[in-house]
């Protein structure tokens, strides 16, 4: 499943009981991406904002990838990622690939 916006997106407290009949979740946006007050968890992940990715609680998938783009449209870098916390099965953040909770 993939959810475009022309603005930001602001993901909050999505349990993997809420998540789980979604395979794999994009979240494409114009805007920055913000994971807010509670931790979320999917099945697996992809994130692709063109101004931001802030992550202030954990992000979880239980079942595939976590893959983070901050400058989806590739514009000089003015995308950025400010944080990384994150929990998962891998995660491929700014060229570097991980394993695990960080």
């Known amino acids: 499943m ?3 916006t022309a603005g930001n997106v602001t993901v909050d407290n999505i349990s993997a009981t ?7 979740l994009t979240i494409d946006a114009v805007g920055a991406i913000t ?13 692709e904002a063109d101004a931001a990715v802030t992550a202030n609680v954990d ?3 239980d079942v ?3 893959l983070i783009d ?3 449209d590739n514009n000089a870098g ?11 099965r891998d ?12």
């Open 64 to 66: 595939g990838a976590l």
């Open 18 to 24: 809420n998540s789980n009949t979604v395979n794999t």
């Open 78 to 88: 003015t995308g950025y990622w400010p944080s990384y916390r994150s929990c998962g």
């Open 70 to 72: 901050a400058d989806d």
């Open 2 to 4: 993939e959810l475009i």
């Open 35 to 47: 994971f807010a007050s509670a931790a979320s968890t999917f099945n697996a992940l992809t994130v």
């Open 59 to 61: 992000i979880t998938t």
């Open 91 to 102: 995660a491929d953040v700014g060229g570097r690939h991980y394993v695990g909770c960080h």
